[in-house]
């Protein structure tokens, strides 16, 4: 892994995008919505596109196009109407991509979606390159099951292959779990099987890759989950220094190695002999890096604009230790309706940000709250803190 960023030729690198552009974004969830804002601010008109009406992208959008990502003439002709397009999720298809590279640049590349939108294809490339990853293993038969859990042992994962994100796709298997009921619970889909990590903690990097090979790293995140899903993270991570530096080294050797332009999450575990393993991979904004928009100098959805637009990339210091809480739909059900946003906003330093979402379910993310603080663990206390305000039942408890 080089310590140097990949720099190309000038001649070949492209113009950059200027602000007075238009954006086309392909996705309209809460981090198109949090990008869009970010490029309105910076002067750019942007175009949203999903098969959803009224999304939390769309609402702030210039334009919100309504079509199937299966439609590829409606993604051509959406693309003719932009300079640029990127994507807010990684699930979308491989020939929507494609379809719209035909007619303007898309950041990051289709080549980098197709990597990091299946895990066999993600740990494999992870792996030919040298990169740490937990030991795995391919599954299509209950066969296939059973080798792997005697090869690797249990506990371990079971996980779909694809389309799995927030814990959806995703079994924890036991000594005494049923195999065979596993098995079936995949449904037919190609699985994989990861073996059992002893992890000290979670962490992720942030960071962003310019055209021209620059690369800039947000402050290494620690990320904590319920449910498996992110529930409360950190800045900056409560690790060694040198730990830090060697997860950002790792991850500039992953977006080098991708030659990915544009931003990319690198999340991993940190175990009990302080080993990184690289977990997963996301070609996009991610929700660890929500606390930058209050914390950071540049916030990760400038840096995603700025780099696939092939501006500078701004400052990622931490202007001072912050921490971030997801507010799940649960919050709504247990309050019984709205939560007591005043409440929580009873302390100065705590910022709520919510995705304009109307229908808040069990585990579907609504918002979340960032509180700053002179100490990591201050931080926390005030987010937690700011969250229990939300339902008077939680602070009853209190």
Known sequence: MSDTPAQSSKSSIPAPILPGATLGVLGSGQLGRMFTIAARRLGY?????????????????????????????????????????????????????????????????GSVLHVTQ????????????????????????????????????????????????????????LPQSDLAS????????????????????????????????????FPVF????????LDVT?????????????????????????????????????????QLLVNELAPRTHNSGHLTIDACVTCQFEQQLRAVCGLPLGSVALREPAAMANLLGDLWIEAGGTPDWAAALSDPAVKLHLYGKTEPRAGRKMGHLTATAPTAEEAIRKVRDARDQLVPSRRQRR
């Open 118 to 173: 299946q895990r066999l294809r993600e740990k494999t490339f992870l792996q030919e390159y040298g990169f740490p990853v937990t030991p795995y293993r391919r599954i299509v038969t209950l066969d296939d099951l059973a080798a792997a859990a005697c090869d690797l042992g249990l506990p371990a994962m079971l996980k779909t292959a694809s389309f799995g994100y927030d814990g959806k796709g995703q079994q924890r298997l």
């Open 182 to 217: 596993a098995h079936a619970a995949l449904r037919g889909a190609e699985g994989i099987f990861e073996a059992f990590v002893d992890f000290e903690c979670e962490i992720s990097v942030v960071a962003a890759r310019s055209p021209d090979g620059s690369f800039q790293a």
């Open 45 to 109: 008109r942007v175009h949203i596109y999903s098969p959803d009406s009224d999304t939390p992208a769309g609402q702030v959008g210039d334009v919100e196009r309504v079509a199937a990502y299966e439609d590829l003439a409606s993604v051509r002709e959406f693309a003719s109407g932009v300079d640029l397009v990127t994507f807010e999720f990684e699930n979308v298809p491989s020939a929507t991509s494609q379809a719209a590279a035909e007619r303007v640049p898309v950041r990051p590349a």
């Open 234 to 274: 950190v800045a900056p991570a409560r690790i060694p220094e040198a730990v830090a530096a060697e997860a950002v080294r790792i991850t500039r050797g992953i977006l080098e190695a991708l030659d990915a332009v544009g931003l990319i999450t690198v999340e991993m575990f940190l175990t009990r002999t302080h």
């Open 222 to 229: 620690e990320n904590s989950h319920q449910n498996q899903i």
